[in-house]
T-cell receptor
Framework: NAGVTQTPKFQVLKTGQSMTLQCAQD?????MSWYRQDPGMGLRLIHY???????DQGEVPNGYNVSRSTTEDFPLRLLSAAPSQTSVYFC????????????FGQGTRLTVV | GIQVEQSPPDLILQEGANSTLRCNFS?????LQWFHQNPWGQLINLFY???GTKQNGRLSATTVATERYSLLYISSSQTTDSGVYFC?????????????FGTGTQLKVEL
């Protein structure tokens, strides 16, 4: 009964470092996505995937890479972290289509110093 | 793109009071969800409600898609209701399901 699992929960990076935020779901959902949440704002879409091998950009994709090699996993990569990427990151999954409910992971709080 | 506006932005209630949160959206949507972000930052699914009315305990929601708004009702509020309430609308794009979030209503319930 895990749902959407994100790791790590907290991370501090130095400017220029790279890291991967992990996301896994066990609901056999086709659609997975990454959002970032900044203070006073709602969530904004970074990247999404409609299935294994298919990814696309959301509204704020710069500085992030994604891949989808399996249905279950959708990692988010920061190749060279910048202070502007300090944020809380959420992974979500759902079935694909309009009659579908999205479920979110518990979030990763990332600080870039 | 679609605009999603929530009101009020902030709300302080005494425990036991009732409240109504509103979500307006600027275009037709395929779906709508309400979430509660608790003080620990977790996003909790409240309602999946493209149209009509649903109830879950002290919470209920109504979406009138033709008039482009949704309402979340909280009755007999408790301190555990504190947090931020988001509505998010779903639009099917050529490539996927895009959830657009409102900026939220920050609720604080006091004893």
């Amino acid at each position: 009964n895990a749902g959407v699992t994100q790791t790590p929960k907290f991370q501090v990076l130095k400017t220029g470092q790279s890291m991967t935020l992990q996301c896994a779901q066990d609901m056999n959902h086709e659609y997975m996505s990454w959002y970032r949440q900044d203070p006073g704002m709602g969530l904004r879409l970074i990247h999404y995937s409609v299935g294994a091998g298919i990814t696309d950009q959301g509204e704020v994709p710069n500085g992030y890479n994604v891949s989808r090699s399996t249905t279950e996993d959708f990692p988010l990569r920061l190749l060279s972290a910048a202070p502007s990427q300090t944020s809380v990151y959420f992974c979500a999954s759902s079935y694909f289509g309009q009659h579908t409910e999205a479920f979110f992971g518990q979030g990763t709080r990332l600080t870039v110093v | 793109g679609i605009q999603v506006e929530q009101s009020p932005p902030d709300l302080i209630l005494q425990e036991g009071a009732n409240s109504t949160l509103r979500c307006n959206f600027s275009d037709s949507v395929n779906n709508l969800q309400w979430f509660h972000q608790n003080p620990w930052g977790q996003l909790i699914n409240l309602f999946y409600i493209p149209s009509g009315t649903k109830q879950n305990g002290r919470l209920s929601a109504t979406t009138v898609a033709t008039e482009r708004y949704s309402l979340l009702y909280i009755s007999s509020s408790q301190t555990t209701d504190s947090g931020v309430y988001f509505c998010a609308v779903l639009i099917l794009t050529g490539g996927g399901n895009k959830l657009t979030f409102g900026t939220g209503t920050q609720l604080k319930v006091e004893l």
